[in-house]
Nanobody, 123 residues
């Protein structure tokens, strides 16, 4: 099964930046293809919310709350998706989860999820 591992979270002051990475991997020697990849986040006491997605061809979609501040990108060869978080606000504090779908999947539901990385923005 494909595994997603996030990294790059941490503590930052309001107005600062962080870069998150999510690497997809499988057992040694395995061949796999990843389709749409994305990020969601969940703050304490709140439901998980959509942040951004990106297709293999580079088409992106962002939540209104992060448009103009966050940038999603990917490296199809390395199977890594990135999220650049700029102009961070305290309300961006959450656990950020990477997700991915199988190549060719027509479903909105991700097939794989990472364990999450904590982003904390102080005021």
């Amino acid at each position: 099964q494909v595994q997603l591992v996030e990294s790059g979270g941490g503590l930052v002051q309001a107005g600062g930046s962080l870069g998150l990475s999510c690497a997809a991997s499988a057992a040694s020697g395995s061949i796999f293809d990843i389709g749409v990849m994305g990020w969601s986040r969940q703050a304490p006491g709140k439901q998980r919310e959509f942040v951004a997605t990106i297709t293999r061809g580079g088409r992106t979609n962002y939540a209104d709350s992060v448009k103009g501040r966050f940038t999603i990108s990917r490296d199809n060869t390395k199977n890594i998706v990135y999220l650049q978080l700029n102009s961070l606000k305290p309300e961006d504090t959450a656990v950020y989860y990477c997700n991915a779908r199988k190549s060719g999947s027509a479903s909105y539901t991700p097939n794989y999820w990472g364990q999450g990385t904590q982003v904390t923005v102080s005021s």
